[in-house]
């Protein structure tokens, strides 16, 4: 199995915060170039759901390797949703938000030899005619020679205020507030952590989305494309 990709497939890196759109703005900016998308935040969900699925214990790393580097991924576009996630054939959306993946996520995600094993398979997506990857260092760490990047970014209260509006429309009760202080936790966390903090790569395109539309803000970025 190939463990770079295609080399010469371009890839769209968009970085950012959470809550900056980049998922949504990502799908969108995949299906209008017809490129492959790529939903880096289902990593390590995918390998936990996998590892889970056949018992593999959190502290059997070599297990673990052995399983990201046979992983399949694919990443369906599903426009005003989030992307379906296709592990070995198996659309697996659903099981990946289950609290019992993300605890196991959680304990796996640390672990240097898990990283190392995924950002190939992260790697395995470049594939022609291109790749859209949307996370937090998609154009610093995965694909430093991306031939465009973007970093997304809007104010904390503006993030917050969309991730409010979005799930109140999927029937949730939601606190703003409560909502805010996470959003800027994890802003702190994703800035200072010492593996892939979060930042804009040094020759990526920052865009403040915080007054733009998602159409503006996928707009500017083909408009970009199409430029370079």
Same mark, same amino acid.
């Given at each position: 199995m190939s463990?770079?990709?295609?080399h010469?497939?371009?890839?769209l890196?968009l970085?950012?915060?959470?809550?900056?759109?980049?998922g949504?703005?990502g799908?969108?900016?995949a299906?209008?170039?017809?490129?492959h998308y790529?939903?880096?935040?289902?990593?390590?969900?995918s390998l936990?759901w996998?590892a889970?699925?056949?018992a593999?214990e959190?502290?059997?790393?070599a297990g673990l390797v052995d399983m /990201?580097?046979?992983l399949?991924?694919v990443c369906h576009?599903?426009?005003n !949703? $989030?992307?379906d996630?296709?592990i070995?054939?198996? #659309?697996v959306?659903?099981?990946?938000?289950t609290?019992e993946?993300?605890?196991m996520?959680s304990?796996?995600?640390?672990?240097?030899?898990?990283?190392a094993?995924l950002l190939k398979?992260?790697r395995?997506?470049?594939?022609a005619?291109?790749l859209?990857?949307?996370?937090?260092d998609?154009?610093?760490?995965?694909?430093p020679?991306?031939a465009?990047k973007?970093?997304?970014?809007?104010s904390?209260?503006i993030? /917050?205020k969309?991730?409010?509006?979005?799930?109140?429309?999927?029937g949730? !009760? $939601?606190?703003?507030?409560?909502?805010?202080e996470? #959003?800027?936790?994890r802003?702190v966390?994703?800035s200072?952590?010492?593996a892939s903090?979060?930042?804009a790569?040094d020759?990526a395109?920052i865009?403040?989305t915080?007054?733009?539309?998602?159409?503006e803000?996928v707009a500017?970025?083909?408009g970009h494309?199409?430029?370079r």
């Amino acid at each position: 199995m190939s463990t770079e990709g295609d080399h010469k497939a371009p890839v769209l890196a968009l970085d950012g915060p959470s809550g900056s759109g980049k998922g949504t703005v990502g799908q969108l900016c995949a299906h209008k170039l017809g490129w492959h998308y790529l939903d880096s935040g289902a990593i390590y969900r995918s390998l936990a759901w996998a590892a889970n699925e056949v018992a593999i214990e959190p502290d059997d790393v070599a297990g673990l390797v052995d399983m /990201a580097d046979e992983l399949e991924l694919v990443c369906h576009v599903r426009l005003n !949703d $989030v992307a379906d996630i296709e592990i070995n054939g198996d #659309i697996v959306t659903q099981q990946l938000r289950t609290e019992e993946t993300g605890e196991m996520a959680s304990l796996i995600a640390p672990i240097p030899e898990v990283r190392a094993a995924l950002l190939k398979l992260q790697r395995r997506a470049r594939k022609a005619p291109g790749l859209v990857a949307d996370g937090r260092d998609m154009g610093t760490v995965v694909f430093p020679d991306a031939a465009f990047k973007v970093f997304l970014t809007a104010s904390a209260e503006i993030r /917050a205020k969309r991730r409010f509006e979005q799930l109140k429309s999927k029937g949730l !009760d $939601v606190n703003l507030a409560r909502l805010l202080e996470s #959003i800027q936790a994890r802003d702190v966390r994703d800035s200072s952590r010492s593996a892939s903090p979060l930042k804009a790569a040094d020759d990526a395109l920052i865009l403040d989305t915080s007054d733009l539309t998602i159409d503006e803000v996928v707009a500017r970025i083909l408009g970009h494309v199409k430029q370079r």
